[in-house]
């Protein structure tokens, strides 16, 4: 009979791993579905519980970055005390996972103090990407392993450009879709893009074509667009220089004034209040948006005012201005007369004006008589045509 129970307390130790009440020491514990029992999805669980506890412990304004949490999560086994398997109340397997916490602090405190200067220098970028290979069409997102993760981070490092993923889910829970990303949708990944540590946010569709690829880039911010082919390597460093070129050129542009000049039929609006970069992106986006089919160049940039000139409309102010009115961050703002000196004419001025009244009593009907009392005038002219058809004052 004590052999028997002992043969059946060994049967149940090997098919949970560990029956523990209390958690090991300095441990930390993570769950995960898995479809079985077996070592290689239980390998596969013990990544994925890894970097969900990373992105749990660490948040995505921490200095550890994508490529890093998936270094570290690549490494679970070395990390990982203990395991074993739970059944929930709906049959799912429970892959039940326990971690030494000290072993991954210093990990990540040695990836940290090892990570090169320069990188800090620069804003993360926000990256969505998806790729096409003949009938496959697959996103990056932050959880993501293999060759183009891997390649796209060893290009980045040597840029001393740090990037930013997506999080593992945004399409399967409806954030976002492959449509979105492919069209750039800028409704709706602009909404999707908020709540990342990132100064801007690029948008990469790339497609495979043999060992060529193509990418079609775009800075969501201004809707700039750009292309680059080649190998993996070559098509993402191509583009990814031009993306930090981009964003040099646009955060130069709100210190140095540009070249004014505009030919006739077009329209200039002034927009006030644009004090960054982000500012100035987010207006060249917008106006392209809500003035489809009209050219919009920004000619003048400088002391927290763009100017921008519109081409196509054929002078039609007023269809410029219905659809820049859809934009509720822009605050139509109405020119000021410009004051104008009236004719020197006798009692047109104050001083003539007072002149001629000079010695002059006025009886107010009360029978008594006392001077003129004149309030001074303030000459008031038409309003007049200013430098900019359309202004505007961005208040976000």
């Known amino acids: 009979m004590k052999r028997f129970i002992r043969l059946n307390i060994l049967a149940a130790v090997l098919a949970c791993g560990f029956c523990v009440p209390a958690a090991v020491a300095e441990s930390v514990e993570s769950r995960v579905e898995v479809t079985s029992r077996g070592d290689a999805e239980r390998q596969r669980g013990a990544i994925l519980g890894l970097f969900e506890l990373l ?28 395991y074993g398997y739970l059944t929930d109340a709906d049959g799912k397997i429970i892959l039940r996972l326990q971690f030494d916490e000290r072993a991954i602090d210093a990990r990540v405190q040695s990836l940290l103090s090892d990570a090169p200067d320069a990188v800090a220098g620069l804003e993360p970028a926000l990256l969505w990407l998806i790729v096409t290979q003949g009938a496959t069409e697959l996103m990056l ?20 450009q740090p990037l930013v993923y997506p999080r593992d889910g945004v399409m399967s829970d409806g954030t976002v879709s492959a449509d979105d990303i492919r069209n750039v949708n800028v409704t709706r990944l602009e909404s ?6 990132a100064g801007h946010t690029v948008v990469l569709s790339m497609q495979a074509d043999g060992d060529e690829w193509l990418g079609n ?11 680059s082919m080649g190998p993996l390597a070559t ?8 993306y930090q070129g981009r964003v040099a050129a646009l955060e130069q542009a709100t210190d140095t004034p540009l070249a004014f000049g505009t030919v006739p039929g077009d329209i200039t609006v002034a927009v006030a209040g644009v004090g960054t970069p982000s500012d100035y992106a987010w207006l060249s986006s917008n106006l392209r948006g809500k003035l489809p089919g009209l050219s919009v160049k920004a000619v003048s940039v400088g002391e927290g005012e763009v100017v921008f000139v519109i081409g196509g409309s ?11 009115a859809a934009l509720e961050q822009l605050q139509f703002v109405l020119p000021e007369p410009t004051p104008v000196a009236l004719p020197a004419a006798f009692g047109t001025t104050e001083d003539s004006l007072n002149d001629s009244l000079d010695g002059i009593v006025l009886n107010d009907g009360s029978g008594a008589a006392g001077d003129l009392e ?19 004052l961005l208040v976000r």
């Open 141 to 160: 997102t932050e959880g993501a392993q293999g060759v183009l993760p891997d390649t796209l981070d060893q290009i980045a490092t040597a840029l001393a």
């Open 374 to 392: 004149v309030e001074p005038i303030v000459p008031v002219a038409a309003p007049v045509a200013t430098a900019s058809d359309l202004n505007y």
């Open 55 to 82: 992105q749990e412990r660490y948040p995505p304004d921490h200095p550890l970055s994508a490529s890093q949490r998936r270094d570290i999560s690549g490494d679970a086994n070395n990390f990982l005390q203990r």
């Open 217 to 227: 880039w775009t800075l969501l911010s201004s809707g700039e667009q750009w292309t």
């Open 192 to 197: 999707a893009s908020r709540g990342y540590a």
């Open 235 to 242: 098509m993402l460093q191509v583009g990814l220089t031009a």
């Open 314 to 324: 054929g002078g039609d102010v007023a269809g410029v201005a219905q659809g820049i």
